[in-house]
């Protein structure tokens, strides 16, 4: 998963720097993006994200969306990740494995499945404050067995 998500953040961004705001952002569709909890996720996508507003992404499935130049990028009905020693932060009463990548972060839901996958540009650094945004869609898939532990690990 690590390498996809670089793909996708490298492909997301060059889109968003290439064209500018205007332009439609490419984002791929995740495997489990037909799950009904997916819809339900679509329903509180937020408005905003980091003070940046909604933009037009190349999928008409309600289970992608983007925001902002360069574009932060959620997507929900990834798999579910295991336990991990990557970094887990909660956010808003949601656990997150964040995975570092060359221009910035991806952030999967730890203990939900479907996972929501969350990418956030280095230009919105610190990248772990633009997650309050997605609690209420977080939220709307229940948090399973696995949690993030008090030492920030994914148990």
């Not at 205007?22 to 997916?38: F, Q």
């Not at 909604?54 to 295991?82: F, K, N």
Request: charged share 20%; aromatic share 4%.
């Amino acid at each position: 998963m690590h390498r996809r998500s670089r793909l996708i953040v490298g492909a997301v961004l060059t889109a968003g720097v290439a064209t500018g705001c205007s332009s439609t952002v490419e984002v791929a569709i995740p495997n489990k993006a037909g799950d009904p909890r997916c819809a339900s996720v679509a329903k509180h996508w937020p408005v905003t994200v980091a003070q940046q507003s909604a933009r037009e992404v190349s999928s008409d499935s309600p289970a992608v969306r983007a925001w902002g130049d360069p574009p932060i990028v959620a997507r929900c009905g990834l798999t579910s990740p295991g336990p991990t020693t990557d970094p887990c932060v909660d956010a808003s009463g949601v656990d997150w494995v964040a995975h570092d990548l060359d221009d910035g972060t991806a952030f999967v839901t730890y203990g939900r499945d479907p996972a929501i996958e969350v990418l956030v540009p280095k230009d919105y650094a610190p990248e772990p404050l633009a997650l309050g945004a997605f609690a209420s869609a977080a939220k709307q898939i229940p948090q399973g067995e696995h949690r993030c532990t008090a030492s920030g690990r994914a148990r």
